[in-house]
Structure formats: structure tokens, C-alpha cells
Nanobody, 114 residues
Framework: QVQLVESGGGLVQAGESLKLSCAAS????????MAWYRQAPGKQRELVAD??????NYADSVKGRFTISRGNAKNTVYLQMNSLQPEDTAVYYC?????????WGQGTLVTVSA
């Protein structure tokens, strides 16, 4: 099994930055897909960014502001969030995929005040 633990969330003002981290442990071999999702209260969980095979993908709402990256050991994924806006407020979840399963962290709360 794979365990994912997010960290780095908190309360910031609009325009400020945060960097989220996700540490993977357990059976982490051959996990080539990593992603960040977020879920605001009363809304569906949405894909924010993903990274696989060296390529990255971003939701239109965060493109140009957020950057996803992986550590050298490939057991850590980061989400650098710049120019945060109140609409970015959500619980952010780390996701990893290795057939046949997706694995999820417990989430870390990001709150952006105006």
C-alpha cells in the first residue's frame, strides 16, 4: 500500500504564496503519476495539476500561478501556489496512481482571505 501525507496548508491573505508538500511512503515503486486535487465546501473535487512522464498539466484557473514538481527521490511532490485568491480556498489533496489503484492523502486546508 501507499501512504500520502500532505503539509504546508494554512491561512494567507490574497496575493500571498504557499508551497504544499506531499510525502509518499510504503510501496512506492513505479508510481509515475502524481497530482494535486482540491475540494471547496459544497463543491466537487477538481484536478488542479498533475505530473507524469515529465509533463505537467494545470487547470485553467491556476495556470500561470501554480507549479507542480517532484523531488529528486520521486517520493515527494510539491505545489507552489503564487498570487493566491479567495477562490483558491479549499482542502488540497495529493493523489498518486499505480494500476489498479489511486491513492489519496488526508488533505491540507488552504484558506485565502481577501
Amino acid at each position: 500500500q501507499v501512504q500520502l501525507v500532505e503539509s504546508g496548508g494554512g491561512l494567507v491573505q490574497a496575493g500571498e504564496s504557499l508551497k504544499l508538500s506531499c510525502a509518499a511512503s510504503g510501496s512506492i515503486d513505479n508510481i509515475n503519476f502524481m497530482a494535486w486535487y482540491r475540494q471547496a465546501p459544497g463543491k466537487q473535487r477538481e484536478l488542479v495539476a498533475d505530473i507524469t512522464s515529465g509533463s505537467t498539466n494545470y487547470a485553467d484557473s491556476v495556470k500561470g500561478r501554480f507549479t507542480i514538481s517532484r523531488g529528486n527521490a520521486k517520493n515527494t511532490v510539491y505545489l507552489q501556489m503564487n498570487s493566491l485568491q479567495p477562490e483558491d480556498t479549499a482542502v488540497y489533496y495529493c493523489n498518486a496512481y499505480r494500476w489498479p489503484s489511486h491513492y489519496w492523502g488526508q488533505g491540507t486546508l488552504v484558506t485565502v482571505s481577501a
